[in-house]
């Protein structure tokens, strides 16, 4: 099966965070033929292949595997055959590129010396996967690493890659509040304490969290993207719910903005007469950093590779990845780098007319469709060649 077969495969079939047993299936059988000592059900169904070749650092590479509950609408051949499951962020692209890297540097393994790693990760999108394999042993399963390695397909054209220095991915935390209030009649509200009130004093007293407590030089978003009470004109509910979303480039802006939410959240319901709020955290992901040092090691090793020009800087990104959890764990260095997914023409195009935002899809639309070459193609190569670059 060429790449190309096993990515439109992969993409037939997604699977969601936790679930992707099929595809770690696939990724545990083609490490097993190429060669490698595979680890199964690492975190659930994570898998690592290993290969041992001698004195020499050990690198490990890593891909996501989940997809997302996203209805597909590409109108592609290979189109998803899952109902309302799409590989929309493409962790297919990652799987395949992994998948091939891992068999051409088993197939050319004389020609360097080391430890090779290829680490398949559950439920990136929910922010657990990374987390839940290092908290199921990986690092007493596998060689810690003395550099972690891995790529995110996105909407710049296919052919280049690049990673930014530094805090490149933003943290994202998801926050989930009630706060609790005394319901009653609506034409009585002073036998009440009322959750409404409270809930958008709340709302407001957080708009001043990133106007005046956060530095003008950082950057920090606090969104109350949901916001729950009541039933009825005149009821005074029982309580109201709000949900947050909080993005940051550093730990410490992001230590801040979540101690102001706390402490907003608890004065303001004590403000109100209000019993204690829950203040509940779901999906956390942490600043994704590139070690500077390693970034431009791997980028010169890059650009020697593939020339000047196929090479890019992208930017912060206000996504969010756990990939750093695998770094942090190993403390080794990090470079996760953008892999350009886009169809170079349609690209350029858009570009020149203005309209990128608006005319290439990016990752999680279910328009998101990465051409196959030269992605591909590109991804496995800059495996490669960051693998071949660490390793002696
Ligand atoms: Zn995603
Ligand atoms: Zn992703």
């Given at each position: 099966m060429t790449i190309d077969e096993l990515y439109r495969d992969l993409h037939r079939h997604p699977e969601l965070s936790f679930e992707e047993v099929r595809t770690a299936g696939i990724a545990a059988d083609r490490l097993r033929a190429?060669?490698?000592?595979v680890t199964e059900h690492i975190g659930r169904t994570g898998v690592v292949g290993v290969l041992r070749n001698g004195e020499g650092p050990t690198v490990l590479l890593r891909a996501d595997m989940d997809a997302l509950p996203v209805a597909e609408d590409t109108g592609l051949d290979y189109t998803s055959e899952a109902a309302g499951v799409m590989h929309a962020c493409g962790h297919d692209v990652h799987v395949t590129c992994l998948i091939g890297a891992a068999d051409r540097l088993a197939a050319t393994r004389d020609e360097w010396h080391g430890t090779l790693?290829?680490?398949?990760?559950?439920?990136?999108?929910?922010?657990?996967?990374?987390?839940s394999?290092?908290?199921?042993?990986?690092?007493?399963?596998?060689?810690?690493?003395?550099?972690?390695?891995?790529?995110?397909?996105?909407?710049?054209?296919?052919?280049l890659v690049g990673a930014h220095s530094g805090a490149a991915f933003a943290s994202a935390n998801s926050i989930d509040i009630t706060v609790y209030g005394r319901g009653g009649h609506g034409s009585r509200?002073?036998?009440?304490?009322?959750?409404?009130?409270?809930?958008?004093?709340?709302?407001s007293r957080l708009q001043t969290v990133v106007a005046r407590e956060i530095a003008p030089q950082e950057t920090a978003v606090l969104t109350v993207g949901r916001l729950n009470a009541g039933t009825k004109n005149n009821i005074i509910p029982d309580f109201a719910s709000l949900g947050l979303s909080v993005r940051a480039y550093s730990e410490e802006v992001r230590t801040r903005?979540?101690?102001?939410?706390?402490?907003?959240?608890?004065?303001e319901a004590a403000a109100s007469g209000a019993p204690e709020p829950l203040i509940e955290h779901a999906e956390s992901f942490p600043v994704t950093?590139?070690?500077?040092?390693?970034?431009?090691?791997?980028?010169?090793?890059?650009?020697?590779?593939?020339?000047e020009g196929s090479v890019l800087d992208p930017g912060q990104v206000s996504g969010s990845e756990d990939v750093g959890l695998l770094a942090t764990a190993?403390?080794?260095p990090l470079v996760y780098w953008i892999l350009g997914g886009a169809d170079p023409d349609s690209y350029l195009a858009a570009a020149?007319?203005?309209?990128?935002?608006?005319?290439?899809?990016?990752?999680?639309?279910?328009?998101?469709?990465?051409?196959?070459?030269?992605?591909?193609?590109?991804?496995?190569e800059a495996l490669v060649v960051a693998a071949r670059e660490w390793l002696a």
């Open positions: 190429a060669g490698y000592e790693i290829a680490l398949f990760q559950p439920a990136e999108e929910v922010g657990g996967g990374a987390q394999m290092l908290d199921d042993g990986l690092y007493e399963s596998v060689p810690v690493p003395d550099v972690v390695l891995g790529q995110h397909v996105g909407p710049a054209p296919a052919g509200p002073e036998t009440t304490i009322d959750p409404v009130v409270l809930a958008a004093a709340i709302v903005l979540l101690g102001a939410i706390e402490r907003i959240v608890r004065a950093v590139n070690e500077p040092a390693a970034t431009e090691r791997t980028g010169s090793a890059f650009r020697a590779a593939f020339g190993a403390g080794a020149r007319a203005g309209t990128v935002d608006r005319d290439i899809p990016s990752n999680h639309s279910p328009h998101f469709a990465p051409v196959i070459q030269p992605t591909l193609d590109r991804g496995v």
